[in-house]
């Protein structure tokens, strides 16, 4: 009888291992999805600083642009605190009341926002997340 209960508790303990393994794969999935954002469409808007998150996992840039006549609130998502440092972004980078140009990859939903593709500051400074300018 001493087998048979390590047998089920090592059986027990080997399913709770793969449930567990699974739900965190599947987090960390949904979490690296970009999927919501349309890549294929970039728009490039013209506004000014609300205000600028460095930080983790996510940064995040929050900029109010004229749209239709009113000021409209746009959340712009961008990469990690780690990644930005390598491209030279701060935590200074986007100062309130700043003026820029933003390009992103909207929503696909359609609601104001999107994902961070490129900035330009009045100074002529250009931004980007990648190595590359997109």
């Given at each position: 009888?001493?087998?048979?209960?390590?047998?089920?508790?090592?059986?027990?303990?080997?399913?709770?291992?793969?449930?567990a393994a699974t739900a965190v794969a599947?987090?960390?999935?949904?979490?690296?999805?970009?999927?919501?954002?349309?890549?294929?469409h970039p728009v490039e808007l013209q506004?000014?600083?609300?205000?600028?998150?460095?930080?983790?996992?996510?940064?995040?840039?929050?900029?109010?642009?004229?749209?239709n006549g009113r000021p409209t609130e746009?959340?712009?998502?961008?990469?990690?605190?780690?990644?930005?440092?390598?491209?030279?972004?701060?935590?200074?980078?986007?100062?309130?009341?700043?003026?820029?140009?933003?390009?992103?990859?909207?929503?696909?939903?359609?609601?104001?926002?999107?994902?961070?593709?490129?900035?330009?500051?009045?100074?002529?400074?250009?931004?980007?997340?990648?190595?590359?300018?997109?």
């Amino acid at each position: 009888m001493g087998q048979s209960v390590r047998s089920r508790r090592a059986r027990l303990l080997g399913i709770a291992a793969f449930a567990a393994a699974t739900a965190v794969a599947s987090v960390a999935s949904a979490h690296h999805s970009f999927a919501m954002f349309d890549k294929e469409h970039p728009v490039e808007l013209q506004g000014t600083v609300k205000s600028w998150e460095f930080t983790n996992p996510h940064s995040w840039l929050v900029l109010v642009v004229m749209k239709n006549g009113r000021p409209t609130e746009i959340n712009v998502e961008g990469a990690s605190v780690n990644t930005l440092i390598r491209q030279g972004f701060g935590l200074h980078t986007f100062a309130p009341g700043e003026k820029i140009s933003v390009v992103i990859s909207p929503l696909k939903s359609g609601s104001p926002g999107g994902a961070f593709v490129k900035a330009t500051k009045t100074d002529g400074t250009v931004l980007t997340e990648s190595p590359t300018p997109n």
